[in-house]
């Protein structure tokens, strides 16, 4: 069965550093979305994309995220300067037509 | 308080016991979302509900959007400890912009 990949699994950074959290959605899928989960609270919607651009955001989502689709597989989310406040596990997910698909997660660390 | 309201907190019954949760906003739900996430890993998507009144099963699970579009329930029938974890809703409850949030969390434990 098909299934979203994402890399690295767990990621260490300093606090300022820029980080890129790497997805790879199934193939034929062209909605893809970003989630966050800070331990201990709520799921947060990030961001949805569809045909190369941002369909979606939230108020999360500020100008020190960014996604892009950079070759056709690949979905990446972008931290440019990180803050202690960005830990959290990320959650990439792509859908078909109405059934979301998600990864298994990256756990980011921001010391 | 929450904008999108779950109920119960927590849960716990007896193997093949029937179960209902319970996700209510104030607002209009554009979408609603279940979800399933075992503890400590990622989310496994249950099932979608668009229109008021609609309703959805999908093996021993049924979801339903009320009519008004501000409560849905998730209704699991004779239980099995495969069914633990914990069950979120999400939703867009924004009216002209977009703002979709996730429920509180309703935790499911299954006794053999």
New interface residues.
């Given amino acids: 069965e098909p299934e979203v990949t994402q890399t690295p699994s767990h990621q260490v950074t300093q606090m300022g550093q820029e980080v890129i959290l790497r997805c790879v959605p199934i193939s034929n899928h062209l909605y893809f979305y970003w989630y966050r989960q800070i331990l201990g609270q709520k799921v947060e919607f990030l961001v949805s994309f569809y045909n190369n651009e941002i369909s979606e955001k939230s108020e999360i989502f500020d100008d020190q995220f960014s996604v892009e689709r950079p070759d056709g597989s690949n979905f990446t989310l972008k931290i440019r300067s990180t803050k202690l406040e960005d830990s959290a596990m990320y959650f990439c997910a792509s859908t078909d037509t109405d059934t979301q698909y998600f990864g298994p997660g990256t756990r980011l660390t921001v010391l | 308080s929450q904008e999108l309201e779950q109920s119960p907190q927590s849960l716990i019954v007896q193997e093949g016991k029937n179960l209902t949760i319970n996700c209510t906003s104030s607002k209009t739900l554009y979408g609603l ?1 279940w ?1 399933k ?1 075992k503890y400590g ?5 249950l099932m ?1 509900l668009q229109k008021g009144g609609e309703e959805k099963s999908h093996e021993k699970i049924t979801a339903k959007l009320d009519e008004k579009k501000q409560q849905s329930s998730l209704h699991i029938t004779a239980s099995q400890p495969s069914h633990a974890g914990i069950y ?1 809703c ?1 939703a867009d409850i924004g009216s002209g912009t ?8 309703t935790r499911l434990k299954v006794l053999a």
């Fill in positions: 979302y979800y996430q890993e990622g989310l496994i998507f979608m979120l999400g977009y703002k979709y949030i996730f429920g509180t969390g």
